[in-house]
Nanobody, 118 residues
């Protein structure tokens, strides 16, 4: 059974930090690219950061560059999102997403709420 379980969300003042984790099971984690998405209230889901299966390649949406860092530990089947200098506009539900080569298999976590207060 495939599982992606996010944790680490919460309420934080603007300028603060959070570290999200996504622990996975049920698939070969090291074969999958991992992606963090987020969805604000009334907004469309948007891609935040991606990391290749080896961790060698990362990409970020412009709004979070220099503030967020995606990383992974293939030995622990876990992907992380370190979020620093948080802004109110970073508020939303953050989702972990796994994608196999050629998008043959894709999996989603249930999401974790991040709320940044002004």
């Amino acid at each position: 059974q495939v599982q992606l379980v996010e944790s680490g969300g919460g309420l934080v003042p603007a300028g603060g930090s959070l570290r999200l984790s996504c622990v996975t099971s049920g698939f070969t984690f090291s074969n999958y690219a991992m992606i963090w998405y987020r969805q604000g209230s009334g907004k469309e889901r948007e891609l935040v950061a991606t990391i290749s299966n080896t961790g060698e390649t990362t990409n970020y949406r412009d709004a979070v560059k220099g503030r967020f860092t995606i990383s992974r530990d293939n030995a622990k089947n876990t992907v992380y999102l370190q979020m620093n200098s948080l802004k109110v506009e970073d508020t939303g539900v953050y989702y972990c997403h796994a994608r196999s080569p050629s998008d043959i298999n894709v999996y989603w976590g249930q999401g974790t709420q991040v709320t940044v207060s002004s």
